[in-house]
């Protein structure tokens, strides 16, 4: 019998306001749900992939209820990075790339809201920090200084620069420079991330 690597990764297990918004407007599971995403996200972020018997373990509920769990969300098109689903097949998208692919084709945050069930304020955060990843990919930085700059991961910002290359229709251009424009004039904190590279 094989062993596997270990990994020791920090999860965030309880995200405070944005978890209780989950849970106010769609119940338990739906915030076991986004945890299990955040989790595996942190995880991958981190250099570690987990099972979903560590999901079972970090959340303090049966190996069943997150089989059930994330059934349901590979069903509903959520690709989840577990160490079963990575073994010998690749890395797929993970949530937050999917989102930000669905906001750029169109749907809005409330849209976005039902069908993930992500609080309004993590979708904000993930579209603020695509944003930035865009604006300072246009102004050539690396994959490395932009992930330093953002504070994420850089398999994270290959995932948003995928999305982006991918996303090219007028529709998503238009509404990616319409966001792009409101970030330069001061609406979202990248002013301090250009003072803080120079």
Not at 1 to 29: C, F, P, Y
Not at 168 to 194: A, C, F, I, M, Y
Request: overall charge positive; some cysteine.
């Amino acid at each position: 019998m094989s062993k596997t690597a270990s990994q020791e990764v920090l999860w965030t297990i309880n995200a405070g306001q944005e978890d209780q918004e989950v849970l106010e407007k769609h119940g338990r599971v739906a915030l076991r749900q986004v945890r299990i995403q955040r989790l595996l996200d942190e995880a991958l972020e981190q250099g570690g992939v987990a099972s979903q018997e560590d999901l079972a373990s970090a959340l303090n509920v049966g190996l069943r209820t997150i089989k059930r769990d994330c059934q349901a969300l590979e069903a509903s098109g959520v690709y989840l990075p577990t160490r079963g689903n990575l073994h010998g097949i690749g890395r797929g998208q993970t949530h937050k790339a999917q989102i930000i692919g669905r906001w750029l084709r169109g749907e809005t945050y409330d849209q976005l809201m039902m069908s993930t069930r992500h609080s309004s304020t993590s979708i904000r955060r993930y579209v603020q920090t695509f944003l930035r990843v865009v604006e300072l990919h246009r102004q050539t930085f690396t994959v490395s200084q932009i992930a330093h700059l953002v504070q994420s991961g850089e398999a994270l910002i290959r995932e948003y620069l995928t999305v982006y290359a991918h996303n090219e229709s007028p529709e998503s251009r238009t509404r990616l420079e319409e966001q792009l424009k409101r970030l330069r004039q001061g609406d979202t904190p990248l002013d301090g991330v250009k003072r803080g590279v120079r």
